[in-house]
């Protein structure tokens, strides 16, 4: 059964970092191409990144274009996110998902950022 | 990278059909059959229901299907049940790697 779980969300000042990590289990990371999407309160999706399976290409919406890096461990099977120069626009539940048949074949349970002073 | 087009809420009764809009441009939902459809129920996180326009995964009822016409895409629930009332969010493929969802749309089962 292939599952997801996030971690690492919070609270944080504007212009802070966080590091978001997903891990998985029930498949072989190295396989797929893995996703972020967030969701802010009340609010649609919206896709933030995305990595091969090797990690060796990476994709961003210009939203997060040049704040946040995507990254995989896939010996420890772990997804990250690292967020830098994060504003109250960045506040949202943060999914991790698994792309194998599609964006968000699978997703995790999702991790909660809150930018606030 | 803009957003496409959905209603906010749309309504049947058991029993009934529905069908929720996708509206994209020609350079998203137009030009790729790459239109996934997820289902969101509250708090809970969202589950992939179409791919690939018209594809369901192993699991997923007969009773939701995917068509699309130009720039848009459509999700239609046939059979409506009490259990088919979340959120439903559409997404597109708009090149260079990127994905473009729609708002989302509230579906009230009557």
């Known amino acids: 059964e292939v599952q997801l779980v996030e971690s690492g969300g919070g609270l944080v000042q504007p212009g802070g970092s966080l590091r978001l990590s997903c891990t998985a289990s029930?498949?072989?990371?190295?396989?797929?191409?893995m996703s972020w999407v967030r969701q802010a309160p009340g609010k649609g999706l919206e896709w933030v990144s995305a990595i091969v399976g090797s990690g060796t290409t990476t994709y961003y919406a210009d939203s997060v274009k040049g704040r946040f890096t995507i990254s995989r461990d896939n010996s420890k099977n772990t997804l990250y996110l690292q967020m830098n120069s994060l504003g109250a626009e960045d506040t949202a539940v943060y999914y991790c998902a698994q792309d194998s048949m599609a964006l968000g074949s699978y997703w995790g349970q999702g991790t909660l950022v809150t930018v606030s002073s | 990278q803009s957003a496409l087009t959905q209603p906010a809420s749309v309504s049947g009764s058991p029993g009934q059909s529905i069908t929720i809009s996708c509206t994209g441009t020609n350079s998203d939902v137009g030009k790729y059959n790459l239109v996934t459809w997820y289902q969101q129920h509250p708090g809970k996180a969202p589950k992939l229901m179409i791919y690939e326009v018209t594809k369901r995964p192993s699991g997923i009822s007969n009773r939701f299907s995917g068509s699309k016409s130009g720039d848009t895409a459509s999700l239609t629930i046939s059979g409506l049940q009490a259990e088919d009332e979340a959120h439903y969010h559409c997404c597109s493929y708009a090149g260079r790697s990127t994905w473009v969802f729609g708002g989302g749309t509230k579906l009230t089962v009557l």
């Open positions: 029930g498949f072989t990371l190295s396989n797929y191409a």
